[in-house]
């Protein structure tokens, strides 16, 4: 009997925002990170960056913005700015009278209505993408896993970061800013968790000493999908990326691999 082909779960597509801050007197600078509750079916209790899916209305909102020529490309934004919002109480790609005050009835409101439109118009607030740098685009495809996410990686930057964070504790249990090479090395001693895509990012992050050097170097390399292969041509599995994409490391041995 012959067996018919697995077939690729459809890729659901989503957001993250990689925040910087400025790290103490002469050391490199803070990034966001938060750990994802473990009651969640993709990276359940790993450390990623704050984002997730693109829903619909952020779709419908893209959609309305004058001069909108990729409606793809502005809803993942829109739902970085959404997803940072709700996740951290950040306001992220946004002008308008904002403070810690607004922010927070804005989170609040924001949890409410479950889209990004009614918040601005209550509040007054428009979108800002410009605050945002595209870095990367992951599409980890895997007949094996159950959710296969196409996700855009931003950049944003926090300057002195003197702003109150909270974890939302649906979708998340704990805020934490560290630098890129302090979040490998708590990898390494098992403190956190981390897959591989938020290893090789993390990586790349350690290469920078400032926010300005990693936007410089995004803004250099044109963001391409990155599709993680198996290479078996060593003897040894190994899951590789693309050698051009800007990062230091592109493979690791497949039976170390965490995935989500």
Do not use: C
């Not at 490309?73 to 403070?99: D, H, P, Y």
């Not at 001693?189 to 895509?197: L, M």
């Not at 936007?215 to 999908?225: D, F, L, M, S």
């Not at 599709?227 to 230091?248: N, R």
Request: net charge negative.
């Amino acid at each position: 009997m012959t067996s018919l082909p697995s077939q690729q779960p459809e890729a659901i597509p989503a957001a993250t925002i990689v925040i910087f801050r400025n790290g103490p007197a002469g050391q490199p600078p803070e990034i966001l990170m938060t750990i994802r509750s473990r009651n969640m079916v993709f990276a359940g209790g790993m450390a990623v960056f704050p984002g997730g899916r693109v829903d619909e209305a952020d779709f419908d909102l893209a959609r309305t913005m004058a001069g909108s020529d990729d409606v793809d490309e502005i809803a993942n934004q829109i739902a970085a700015v959404r997803e940072t919002l709700e996740e951290t109480g950040l306001a992220i790609g946004l002008n308008g009278e904002i403070n810690a005050d607004s922010a927070r009835k804005a989170r609040e409101r924001l949890l409410e209505v479950k889209a990004l439109a009614p918040v601005l118009e209550e509040f007054g607030w428009s979108l800002d993408l410009t605050q945002m740098t595209p870095f990367a685009r992951w599409y980890p495809k895997n007949e094996n896993i159950a959710r296969v996410y196409d996700t855009r990686f931003y950049l944003a930057n926090l300057g002195t970061g003197e702003v109150d964070i909270e974890a939302d504790l649906s979708e998340n249990t704990h805020l934490f800013w560290t630098s890129a090479q302090g979040a490998l090395d708590a990898a390494e001693t098992e403190e956190i968790k981390i897959i591989f895509p938020t290893r090789r990012n993390l990586e790349r992050l350690a290469l920078f000493n400032s926010f300005e050097e990693a936007k410089a170097q995004a803004e250099a390399i044109p963001v391409r999908t990155i599709v993680p292969k198996v290479d078996q041509s060593s003897g040894q599995p190994m899951l590789t990326i693309m050698e051009d994409a800007g990062y230091p490391i592109t493979k690791e041995l497949l039976e170390s691999v965490m995935r989500g």
